[in-house]
């Protein structure tokens, strides 16, 4: 461990990369190969991807309000062609021709699955509302010989690497990863939810939740009882990690658990809630930790509304982060935001249900009810 681990962190930075911290931390110690502990030897430190996402930050801002224009897809993917050059080599455009790379149609394919997920369910125009266009980097690298380990939005683009091909795959590959980390975007636009401790988690929730509500949707999978509720579960490459992901809003706390990756730390109770530092091994107060809280609460509130999760509780969970919600708010304050937009925007039987949700995970109690 380096002391450049622990640098200060910048909370309007709302970056977020697919692998968290401890993740990597236990790999780049239990890893047997020796790719893979190479590839991960850098990851979180100062390196040229902070230095990457810290600049972007500077230009961040918060949606400005007015009508949404009528949605347009402009997509444009980078070739960094193994480097760290975002920029090198611009490869497709919106409309262009195919080519045959598969991370470079992959993050061009699934972008636009994102955007029209949005766009058609949410009437949003991608992810500003005003027509962003969606730039992909790809090929990311940040050593000769092995590929980078991770993918990440620098606050105004995405950026993949290939993966070390030992244990994890191109990080293009998962659908739910590309939707959860330009949903990062949109909550950057939107509530701007700051990026440590319970905001920081609700700020991972809701990348999850729109993440795998967008693969749902693309998949009509529709039925929140037998739907598919894990993220990024085609990242590890070998075959006994085939039924793992990253993590299961279905079962929190499930995801993985194996001698390489370690075991999935994320808790589905408030009992359960764990107080880390907010430094970057901290994973900045557990976000990608605690958010299995509310990634329950919105499993169970789905199940328990019965229709497909992106039109009821997609919509309420929407709304609450475009509308309801502010860059301070806590795990509580987002239990009473959705259950006051259900009963808002659609009933009372509805609110009853989001209220239930968020109580058998612990955010609220009896005492705490707002619906009767
Ligand atoms: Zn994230």
Redesign the pocket.
């Known amino acids: 461990m380096t002391s450049t681990l622990h640098h200060s962190h910048d909370s309007s930075c709302a970056c ?3 692998l968290p911290p401890y993740l990597t931390e236990h790999l780049r110690r239990h890893a047997r190969n020796r790719r893979v502990r190479e590839s991960l030897a850098r990851m979180h430190e100062d390196s040229q991807q902070q230095r990457i996402v810290r600049r972007a930050a500077l230009s961040m801002r918060r949606r400005a309000p007015g009508a949404t224009p009528e949605p347009k897809l402009d997509r444009r993917i980078y070739d960094c062609e193994k480097t760290t050059d975002l920029l090198k080599r611009l490869v497709r455009k919106e409309g262009g021709r195919r080519t045959q790379d598969a991370a470079i149609s992959e993050a061009y394919d699934y972008s636009g699955m994102v955007f029209r997920f949005f766009e058609t369910v949410y009437r949003r125009a991608s992810i500003d509302n005003e027509n962003l266009p969606l730039v992909s980097s790809a090929h990311y690298q940040e050593q000769e010989d092995v590929g980078y380990d991770n993918a990440f ?1 620098t606050g105004r683009q995405m950026v993949y690497g290939d993966g070390d091909g030992v244990l994890f795959n191109r990080f293009t590959i998962a659908r739910d990863v590309v939707g ?2 330009l949903t ?1 975007g949109v909550t950057q636009y939107e509530a701007a939810l700051k990026y440590e401790r319970q905001s920081g988690a609700l ?2 929730h809701f ?2 939740v729109f993440g795998v509500l967008a693969r749902q949707w693309a998949d009509k999978d529709g039925d929140p009882k037998a739907a598919d509720w894990t993220v990024g579960n085609k990242l590890f490459k070998p075959t006994r990690l085939r039924k793992m992901s990253l993590r299961n809003m279905k079962a929190p706390g499930t995801a993985y658990d194996d001698p390489e990756l370690g075991r999935d730390p994320q808790p589905a109770h408030m009992k359960d809630y764990k107080e880390l530092p907010n430094t970057d091994l901290g994973d900045w107060g557990g ?2 930790v605690n958010s299995g809280i509310p990634n329950h609460a919105f499993y169970r509130a789905a199940v328990s509304i019965g229709r497909p999760a992106w039109e009821v509780a997609g919509k309420i969970w929407y709304i609450a982060l475009c509308d309801r919600l502010r860059d301070n708010a806590n795990f509580a304050k987002c239990a009473y935001e959705t259950i006051s937009v259900a009963r808002d925007f659609y009933d009372g039987a509805t609110a009853h249900k989001v209220q239930t949700a968020w109580m058998e995970v612990g955010v609220l109690t009896a005492q705490q009810r707002l619906v009767a």
């Open positions: 977020c990369f697919a939005w959860h980390e990062h700020n991972e990348s999850d976000v990608h």
